[in-house]
């Protein structure tokens, strides 16, 4: 009879430590992945604030001046050059995770950080936008919109104006 009681024991005990790590796994998972989405807009934000730091250096600089980027790296959501109607950048990813309250935007620099809600409960569509009113910025590039991934981004000033905006054209290879 003792024999058994270790058995019966031993399998309650593992049991109980699986209900307990099943419960702090469910916990945990959705905060560490709030928590990655949270580094992926901050480190979004950088790259942002580095493409546009080099777009404004190349306007300043005059004709031919251009500047490279390699690697320019999107790991997560959708970045586009709107170089149609409104000359923006803007980067955008769907998320749990907490960056700023709903239909609210906040400046940092250039940079427009904004969030929407989506039909999926307590999950947000993050922005991340900066927008050019004296500049044409023009999208060279082979690939379309949006991009994900890595590559190469040259940033050039060619000397030309469209409708009294400098022409910054920007090559993605």
């Known amino acids: 009879m003792k024999q058994g009681d ?3 024991s031993a399998v309650l005990y593992i049991g109980i430590g699986i209900v307990a790590i099943t419960f702090i796994l469910g916990a945990a998972i959705p905060l560490i992945e709030g928590l ?5 807009v ?5 790259l942002m604030y580095v493409l546009d730091k080099n777009i404004r250096e190349v306007a300043n600089e005059g004709p031919g001046s251009q500047r490279e980027l390699n690697p320019f790296r ?21 998320t749990k995770a907490f960056i700023v309250e709903n239909d609210a935007t906040v400046k940092e620099g250039f940079i427009d950080i904004s969030s929407q ?8 569509m993050a922005s991340l936008g900066v927008h050019y009113e004296k500049m044409d910025i023009t999208l ?3 690939m379309k919109n949006p ?4 590559y190469s981004i040259l940033v050039k000033n060619t000397g030309e104006y469209n409708q009294g905006k400098l022409i910054v054209a920007v ?3």
């Open 140 to 142: 060279e590039s082979d």
């Open 6 to 8: 270790i058995w019966v």
């Open 42 to 46: 901050t480190d979004t934000k950088n």
């Open 117 to 124: 809600a989506t039909n999926i409960e307590d999950e947000n």
């Open 147 to 150: 991009f994900l991934g890595t």
């Open 171 to 173: 090559y993605i290879k």
């Open 36 to 40: 990655k989405d949270k580094n992926t």
């Open 74 to 94: 999107i790991t997560k959501g959708n970045f586009y050059i709107d170089d149609e109607d409104s000359d923006d950048l803007n980067w955008s990813l769907k």
